[in-house]
């Protein structure tokens, strides 16, 4: 790979090598996790019909808009992309191949996406008083929603691509990785953002048919 492919590792060497000290490396994956968070927020925001002018008028909504994102979003997205990070950092100090990493990366994210929702939607009801207040309730939400987060039709939706946009250069690298170690001559790096944004596909997907199951 070229200069570009080395800058980029090295940027990631940096900031997410095993080497780091646990503070450190959680704070660059929270950095990671806000920038990835904040544009697809903010788009999410100007795209549903009325949600604008509804957050700007009452100051409750836009309190519970908060609050959701802080007790929901980031700790999704943040727990994602590490898990991903972790297995990237492996991956570069050759405790992984890079086959293998690729294949446990999809899943990680994708479990650990319906896990945390499975548990902070019943949290949510508990101690906030959301879904009416009832954990089971929260829980039966769980699937249907997730089931339309692909399609960006709600907040989960958000935080779907916030984990998939961030995991995107990881993804570069370890495709480069894997073709090297099959020994396929991949050098450019179009193709190598080709196959990351069809990871990217198959992780949308993966998510939209496990919720769909765990809605019926």
Not at 126 to 138: E, I, N, R, T, V
Request: glycine share 10%; hydrophobic share 60%; charged share 10%.
């Amino acid at each position: 790979m070229g200069e570009r492919d080395s800058g980029l590792l090295d940027w990631l060497d940096r900031h997410f090598s095993v080497a780091l000290p646990f503070s450190r490396f959680a704070l660059n994956v929270l950095l990671l996790s806000l920038a990835g968070l904040g544009p697809v927020l903010v788009l999410y925001v100007v795209l549903a019909p009325g949600l604008v002018s509804h957050l700007w008028e009452s100051g409750a909504a836009l309190g519970r808009f908060a609050r959701q994102i802080l007790t929901n979003g980031l700790p999704v997205v943040f727990v994602v992309n590490a898990l991903g990070l972790i297995l990237f950092a492996q991956l570069r100090a050759r405790q992984l191949a890079p086959l293998r990493a690729l294949a446990l990366d999809i899943p990680a994210r994708i479990g650990a996406f319906i896990a945390l929702h499975l548990v902070v939607y019943p949290a949510s009801a508990m101690l906030f008083g959301s879904f009416g207040g009832d954990p089971a309730q929260a829980l039966r939400v769980v699937g249907p929603t997730l089931a339309q987060s692909a399609g960006f039709a709600n907040l989960s939706g958000a935080y779907l691509y916030a984990t998939l946009i961030s995991a995107v250069p990881l993804h570069v690298t370890l495709a480069g990785a894997t073709a090297k170690d099959l020994r396929l001559r991949v050098r450019s790096m179009p193709v190598l953002i080709l196959a990351a944004l069809i990871i990217f596909g198959a992780q949308a997907l993966m998510l939209t048919g496990l919720a769909v199951l765990l809605s019926g």
